[in-house]
């Protein structure tokens, strides 16, 4: 019979253990980032039901949407969409989800929710079809102090502070403020205004002769004149706080719409420097808008700064009422999302993830069979001091243990022979270091304890 050939769908990530250790640690971090600051802890179905995820607000992602049947369902005659589909964020979830557990949930409502999504992608290197994504969103009853859109900077500066993945800036911007200056270079139609602000929000990777194409063509028929007003506004970026403000204070009153746009940047960026984000960390970028459709307010991206090739690492933004096609109630939100996915490859093909190393501490190795017993029980009293021990189970020479130990990335093996069980030692090879020392089985707790810390405390 012939073989299938063993094969991974494209737009996967499938990782070996260390890469798999490594990418565990990200999340960890994430997650832990998010706990200190309050956020709660939520899983929803990785299924939905399509009427819930296809409501016109996902922006372009609804076309990428994996539907999903049952194969008892393909026996029977096709009667429009499938009744399921995969969700292809977590946003959409979120809001069906508050709508759902309205009334058993205390607002303002935070939440961050760690699983994967999948979209239908077309494949290319560094595009996913099923990936990670790490969310939080703060959700109000009536009403969400902008107090809130500020808290989320910090956030992200927390976040990738702790990953120590090198300097990076969160830009920010606000979609009022966009909708107001669309409006007053005669950019009025909602829709409209909704390709304008997808167009420029590609300005910085098509560059501007493109999108001045764009806003001149058959779509917008702009003025050159217009166009060339809309693409000075959309360069406008600031070095550090005073200037984000200046910047701001020097687009004039403006219409209504740009004034409330101005206006509730500026108090973020205020409270982004009372949470204590650096300056050298945040500005304002007039170009940022986001694809998604629902964003009505802050909309926030996060770069490398010395990776810009890699793109928006987080991003995210204020919505009025995600929810509005569940419940009557008014639930603003704010919130952000990290395709930790995508972020994990592009940060390991840039060189930037440090080698790590196995979750096993400890390789006890099989020096007679006969004693298996007490190399057993010497497992057991490091596992009950808190240190992950493997045993060698099968009898074998131990060059090859050693070298077993050394591919799995396990820092120290333990030798205890015959020797060692008469003078109540074992043999401690640290495979780094290449190096051994034999140590009184009393104090081999403390000493493997301190071997291992010294190896935490090593900067990355």
């Known amino acids: 019979m012939a073989l299938t050939p063993a094969r991974t769908m494209p737009g996967t990530l499938e990782l070996l253990p260390l890469e798999q250790i490594a990418f565990q640690r990200m999340l960890d971090t994430i997650r832990c980032n998010f706990e200190h600051f309050g956020f709660l802890p939520v899983e929803t179905p990785v299924m939905e039901f399509s009427d819930v995820l296809l409501t016109k607000q996902g922006g372009e992602t609804e076309r990428q949407v994996y539907f999903v049947q049952s194969t008892g ?12 589909a995969l969700r292809f964020d977590l946003t959409v979830p979120l809001a069906r989800y508050v709508a759902e557990h309205e009334h058993d949930l205390n607002f ?10 999948y979209r239908g992608e077309r494949a290319q290197r560094g595009r996913f079809r099923e990936f990670y994504q790490c969310d939080i969103d ?24 702790d990953l120590a993945i090198g300097p990076f800036t969160i830009w920010l911007n606000n979609r009022k403020l966009m909708r107001g200056f669309f409006e007053s270079v005669g950019i009025a139609d909602g829709e409209k205004q909704a390709l304008a602000l997808r167009e420029v929000d590609k300005l910085d990777k098509r560059g501007a002769e493109p999108v001045r194409d764009t806003l ?77 459709d629902y964003y009505t307010g802050t909309v926030y991206e996060t770069t490398l700064n010395e990776h810009p090739q890699i793109g928006s ?13 569940y419940t009557k109630s008014h639930l603003p939100g704010v919130g952000i999302s990290i395709g930790a996915t995508r972020l994990f490859w592009q940060l390991r093909e840039a060189g930037l993830l440090p080698a790590a190393g196995s979750t096993i501490k400890v ?52 030798v205890l022979g015959s020797d060692e069980i008469a003078k109540g030692t074992v043999m401690v090879k640290d495979m780094r270091r290449q190096d051994q020392v034999e140590v ?7 000493r493997l304890r301190d071997a291992l810390q010294r190896d935490e405390d090593k900067p990355a």
């Open 73 to 84: 369902a393909l026996e029977k005659p096709a009667a429009g969409l499938p009744e399921l």
């Open 108 to 117: 303002p409502f935070r939440r961050y929710q760690i699983q994967r999504v």
């Open 138 to 161: 703060v959700i109000g009853k009536d009403a969400l102090s902008l107090r809130y859109d500020a808290e989320i900077p910090a956030v992200i500066y927390s976040v990738f502070r």
């Open 216 to 292: 001149m063509g058959d779509g917008f028929g702009l003025s050159a004149a217009a166009a060339a007003k809309i693409l000075d506004f959309v360069k406008i970026r600031s070095s550090g706080h005073a200037d984000a403000l200046s910047k701001l204070d020097a687009l004039g009153a403006g219409n209504a719409t740009l004034a409330e746009g101005v206006a509730e940047l500026k108090q973020t960026l205020e409270g982004i420097r009372a949470f204590g984000v650096p300056q050298t960390h945040y500005a304002i970028n007039l170009s940022i808008a986001r694809g998604l």
């Open 313 to 325: 690492i987080c991003s995210g933004g204020r919505y009025d009422n995600l929810a509005s096609n």
């Open 363 to 414: 390789l006890v190795t099989q020096m007679d069979e006969a004693q298996l017993p007490a190399y057993l029980q010497l497992a057991s009293e490091l596992r009950a001091a808190g240190i992950a021990t493997e045993v060698v189970l099968e009898p074998g020479k131990l060059g090859k243990q050693f070298k077993y130990a050394d591919r799995a990335g396990i820092r120290l093996v333990l």
């Open 440 to 446: 009184p089985r009393a104090e081999l707790v403390a």
